[in-house]
């Protein structure tokens, strides 16, 4: 198993600019997270999905955010337009389903807007 | 959800067991303890959990309190490669599937 894949890596992009973060959960895993991490701020649950539905969107931080999930494998976040405040490490991580089980995390996109 | 309170940081000479504290006195019975840590530059990676019972796995050890107002993760035999920030999480109820991430506690092992 792959784990949980994330592109890109890394990001540079300037202010204004739209950013695409792309993420494919493990092959069966039923829920599907987006988080931020800033020193300032630490780690923070922006949105997740249940079966490609989104469930909870309260950590989305602005109108700017928006994410989706098309299909079982894949799903996006983007910003648009991007601020330097956005700047952060982002992390997407998927989990079997029910309630006590583990989240597994993918290996995050670098984001910098200038 | 319950809050848990952890040390900043914590020292460990390689080789050594690392105990690591957290507390969470307004724990409801039906929330699980979990811990996950963070090595630099990689995503969270998810360690171990009990609701009542210590718990061993693989990794680590977890030691919950009779009361469960605090829980005690032990790393055996700790490396170099264990130096991480370690979260103890305890778990939403079961209406979500929402883990908070405090600050941690940053895990120096020292050679």
């Known amino acids: 198993d792959a784990g949980v894949i994330q592109s890109p890596r890394h990001e540079v992009t300037e202010m204004g600019q739209e950013v695409t973060l792309r993420c494919k959960p493990i092959?069966?895993?039923?829920?599907l997270f987006w988080y931020r991490q800033t020193m300032m701020r630490g780690l923070e649950l922006l949105i997740y999905f249940n079966n490609n539905v989104p469930i909870d969107d309260s950590g989305m931080p602005e109108d700017r955010f928006s994410a989706k999930m098309p299909n079982a494998s894949f799903s996006t976040l983007k910003i648009q337009p991007s601020e330097p405040r956005d700047s952060a490490v982002y992390f997407c991580?998927?989990?079997?389903?029910?309630?006590?089980?583990?989240?597994?995390f993918g290996p995050g996109t670098r984001l910098l807007v200038l | 959800d319950a809050k848990t309170t952890q040390p900043p940081s914590m020292d460990c000479a390689e080789g050594r067991a690392a105990n690591l504290p957290c507390n969470h006195s307004t724990i409801s019975g039906n929330e699980y303890v979990y811990w996950y840590r963070q090595i630099h530059s990689q995503g969270p990676q998810y360690i171990i959990h009990g609701l009542k019972n210590n718990e061993t796995n693989e990794m680590a050890s977890l030691i919950i309190t009779e009361d469960r107002k605090s829980s005690t993760l032990i790393l055996p035999h700790a490396t170099l490669r264990d130096t991480a920030v370690y979260y103890c999480?305890?778990?939403?109820?079961?209406?979500?599937?929402?883990?908070?991430f405090g600050t941690g506690t940053l895990l120096a092992v020292q050679p």
């Open positions: 999480i305890v778990r939403a109820p079961a209406a979500t599937n929402k883990l908070i």
């Open positions: 092959s069966g895993h039923d829920y």
């Open positions: 991580a998927s989990s079997p389903g029910a309630y006590q089980e583990t989240q597994y």
